[in-house]
Every structure is written in structure tokens, then in C-alpha cells.
């Protein structure tokens, strides 16, 4: 079990990595592209399709920074109700949100790879650079397939730490 979970740690850590990456080669890319534009006088340019690039590496990252923010519990909690409850029913309210996020990851991969199929099946491009949108859409999906993988081993998790209950609190403090 500890083999699987250093898996799927190191599949979300790399996904993560993968996506600060792209963000980060896309921050240089608009820098350098505002900066030819502001020095248009001296004979530089904008790179073109810029914004293209910015948005299909953008989408890239939010789905690659999905499993790792849930895999980390980085979800948003609210506490005003479960801080009074004990660990158990606390642990117990962790099964039911990982239920429902791995219920919702499945039909966000699901539905994201309808798309990239309907992309790919029409065959459209991007107007600048023409390169075919279902490109990022499959990029994308791999984040998708990815986060199902996280949510599915995080529901394992939290029902092995009901039944032991001595995993860490939802604070991520030792019990």
C-alpha cells in the first residue's frame, strides 16, 4: 500500500512539476512578447500567437496542478461547522468529499475526453499559429486522467485512515 501511495505521490509531484514548468517557460514567452511589443520602434515584434500559446499551456496547468493540490488536501475547507466535530466524524466528512471529488474528477476526465475527440473529429486549428486545438486538449487530458488516478487512491486513503484512525487530522496535524 505504502508502494502505491509513493506512486501516485511521485505521478502528482511530476504532473505539478510538468505544469509550473509550462507556466513558467509562459511567463518568459509573454515578457518577451509584451517587450517587442513596447519596442516595436526599434524593430522588434510580439511573438506571434502568443495568447494561444498562453491559453493552451494555461489549461495544461490547471489540470496538472489538480491531483497534486487534492493529493495534499489543498482543497478549500470550511470549518465553521466540522472544527466542533470530533476526528471520526471529521473522517468520516473526508470520505463523503473525497467520494464526491472523485465522482466529479471521473466526469470532468470523461466529458474532457468527448472533447478532445470532438476537437480532433472536426479538425480546427488555432487562428495564428494553426496548430490543432485538440493539441491541448489532449494535454490537458492527461492532467484529467491523472487527477481520477490522485482522487481514486485519496478515497482509498482517508477510508484506511477511518478504519485505523491514526493518520493525520484533516489539519494535517498528528492525531
Given at each position: 500500500m505504502a508502494q502505491i501511495g509513493r506512486f501516485i505521490e511521485g505521478l502528482?509531484?511530476?504532473?505539478?512539476?510538468?505544469?509550473?514548468?509550462?507556466?513558467?517557460?509562459?511567463i518568459i514567452l509573454t515578457v518577451i512578447s509584451v517587450t517587442g511589443r513596447a519596442l516595436v520602434f526599434a524593430g522588434l515584434?510580439?511573438?506571434?500567437?502568443?495568447?494561444?500559446l498562453v491559453?493552451?499551456?494555461?489549461?495544461?496547468?490547471?489540470?496538472?496542478?489538480?491531483?497534486?493540490?487534492?493529493?495534499?488536501?489543498?482543497?478549500?475547507?470550511?470549518?465553521?461547522?466540522?472544527?466542533?466535530?470530533?476526528d471520526h466524524v471529521n473522517r468520516a466528512?473526508?470520505?463523503?468529499?473525497?467520494?464526491?471529488m472523485l465522482v466529479f474528477a471521473v466526469l470532468?476526465?470523461?466529458?474532457?475526453?468527448?472533447?478532445?475527440?470532438?476537437?480532433?473529429?472536426?479538425?480546427?486549428?488555432?487562428?495564428?499559429?494553426?496548430?490543432p486545438i485538440w493539441w491541448a486538449y489532449a494535454a490537458s487530458l492527461v492532467g484529467a486522467v491523472v487527477f481520477v488516478i490522485v482522487a481514486a487512491w485519496c478515497l482509498?486513503?482517508?477510508l484506511t485512515e477511518f478504519k485505523a484512525a491514526d493518520g493525520p487530522t484533516l489539519s494535517g496535524e498528528a492525531p
Open positions: 502528482a509531484r511530476t504532473m505539478a512539476l510538468a505544469g509550473g514548468l509550462v507556466l513558467t517557460i509562459l515584434a510580439p511573438i506571434p500567437g502568443d495568447f494561444e491559453e493552451a499551456g494555461t489549461a495544461f496547468a490547471v489540470f496538472a496542478f489538480l491531483p497534486w493540490c487534492h493529493l495534499n488536501r489543498g482543497n478549500a475547507v470550511v470549518e465553521i461547522l466540522t472544527m466542533h466535530f470530533n466528512i473526508e470520505i463523503i468529499a473525497n467520494l464526491m470532468i476526465c470523461w466529458r474532457h475526453w468527448l472533447g478532445t475527440i470532438d476537437k480532433q473529429s472536426y479538425g480546427e486549428t488555432t487562428f495564428i499559429l494553426q496548430f482509498i486513503r482517508s
